[in-house]
């Protein structure tokens, strides 16, 4: 781990909103090493004693049999120092009975870490996962099965966006669904959110499930105030029925996380609505762009504009067969 450490910090800590991403990037190896539905085997490469390889293999119970994660994936820009640790990380899941391995993941889906696949250079924004830029193609040189693509977006002038989705808003009221926005985040708003993401996220690519325990280490009630400006929920009548929360980027930027809304209120325009009280709150407070984070290629939401959005990076997330290349 001291070794990691410091490459780590070499490689990215004059990068914008780094400790963002290192406490992200502790919390998961601790939830990895710490956690015993885990077997975590840490792979390296060094040169006169210093790491200028690393990739682990994380053998999670809760995956499916057969299906493994990898994470914690730093090499320098050399095929043949990458062909090597990746040698390894077969050899070791094949040892295990492990015949796909899924990444890179650090510790699992809830500690979301993916390579960038194109961007437009612009800089990391708060909580983004940080990485190589050559990382994919080495990657992608060792025939993946399947490639699951994200992307984040961004959006100046709110304008247009509230005119196509403010009627969804307004019909919250009538049929029982309300919004609440908190600053001060409860034992039991926290329970309500792991049980909701369990629920909507559950047949997602890689999920892996959490214990409340594991879900209040990984979203404490000091880290969602250090990292969130508001939680939004969506009530029907006394229920929390979803989420989102919104970063403070910079005085003029606002961050927009995953809008999570149970299955049975779905496609109902709530989505919409809740996104449109956001965008209402952010126009109100001064900010004049939002950033959409991390989201997964094909998500739709009803009638939600995208043609005044700017795609400015994307990310890939891998599946591989343990017996290719």
């Given amino acids: 781990m001291p070794e990691l450490i410091t490459l780590v910090k070499d490689k990215y800590r004059d990068t914008k909103n780094f400790d963002f991403f290192f406490s992200d990037f502790q919390k998961a190896y601790r939830f990895c090493v710490d956690n015993h539905n885990i077997l975590f085997t840490p792979i390296a490469a060094f040169d006169n004693d210093q790491l200028i390889a690393h990739i682990a293999l994380i053998n999670n119970k809760r995956l499916p049999k057969g299906e493994a994660f990898f994470g914690f994936f730093e090499t320098e820009h050399n095929l ?63 025939k993946p099965l399947s490639e699951i693509s994200y992307y984040s977006a961004s959006r100046e002038k709110f304008g247009k966006v509230m005119e196509v989705i403010q009627k969804d808003l307004r019909k919250l009221s009538t049929a029982g669904f309300n919004i609440k926005e908190l600053k001060n ?88 609505a809740l996104a449109y009280k956001i965008h209402l709150d952010a126009q109100k407070e001064g900010f004049n762009k939002a950033i959409y984070a991390l989201i997964r290629e094909g998500n739709k939401i009803k009638n939600f504009p995208k043609d005044d959005t700017l795609i400015f990076r994307r990310y890939a997330a891998f599946e591989f067969k343990v017996n290719g290349l």
């Avoid at 890179?104 to 979301?112: D, Y």
């Avoid at 404490?220 to 105030?225: C, Q």
């Avoid at 009548?237 to 999570?260: M, N, P």
Wanted: proline share 2%.
């Fill in 185 to 272: 985040i409860s034992y039991e708003h926290l329970l309500s959110i792991a049980k909701i993401s369990r629920i909507v996220f559950h047949n997602s690519w890689g999920y892996t499930d959490l214990t409340d325990k594991e879900f209040m280490q990984l979203y404490s009630s000091d880290k969602l105030k250090t990292h969130l400006n508001k939680l939004y929920l969506l009530y029907k009548d006394q229920q929390i029925i979803g989420y989102c929360g919104t970063t403070v980027e910079d005085e003029q930027t606002l961050i927009l996380k995953t809008i999570c809304i149970l299955p049975e209120y779905q496609r109902l325009g709530l989505g919409n």
């Fill in 80 to 142: 043949s120092v990458f062909k090597a640790i990746w040698e390894s990380l077969r050899e070791e899941a094949k040892k295990t009975g492990v015949s796909v391995i899924k990444g890179p993941i650090n510790g699992s889906i809830w500690h979301q870490y993916r390579c960038i696949k194109e961007t437009d250079k612009s800089k990391y924004f708060k909580s983004e996962p940080i990485s190589e830029s050559y990382y994919y193609k080495l990657l992608t040189q060792m």
